[in-house]
Nanobody
Framework: QMKLEESGGDSVQAGGSLRLSCSASEYSYCMGWFRQVPGKEREGVAS????????KYADFAKGRFTISRETTKRVWYLQMNSLNPEDTAMYYC??????????????????????????WGQGTQVTVSS
């Protein structure tokens, strides 16, 4: 069974940077990062397909965040630069076979509910202070 483990969340000042990491027990999945603020719906941040292509970014992430992965395909990252207080959220890595929910969430913003095809990490908190 696929398992994911995130790390890298922290508290930073506005304008700072963080790199989140996600380690997976398997590969051959679509992989991505999502975030959620209490009281709001989960939203997509960035994702790529099983081959590491077809990168997608939320509008708020373009130019500031970069998703990448190691060649082992089992670890992927989210480099976040120029952070602002609106980026404060719980960040989750996720993986999905096939990627149909990923495409729905990243392309149409239709991220709720999740899908049984998606495996979620436990989340890592990012807090940005002004």
């Amino acid at each position: 069974q696929m398992k994911l483990e995130e790390s890298g969340g922290d508290s930073v000042q506005a304008g700072g940077s963080l790199r989140l990491s996600c380690s997976a027990s398997e590969y051959s999945y679509c992989m991505g990062w999502f975030r959620q603020v209490p009281g709001k719906e989960r939203e997509g941040v960035a994702s790529f397909d099983v081959n590491g292509g077809n990168l997608k970014y939320a509008d708020f992430a373009k130019g500031r965040f970069t998703i990448s992965r190691e060649t082992t395909k089992r670890v992927w990252y989210l480099q976040m630069n120029s952070l602002n207080p609106e980026d404060t959220a719980m960040y989750y890595c996720a993986a999905e076979l096939g990627g149909s929910w990923f495409r729905r969430c990243m392309s149409r913003g239709d991220c709720t509910p999740s899908s049984a095809t998606v495996t979620w990490g436990q989340g890592t908190q990012v807090t940005v202070s002004s």
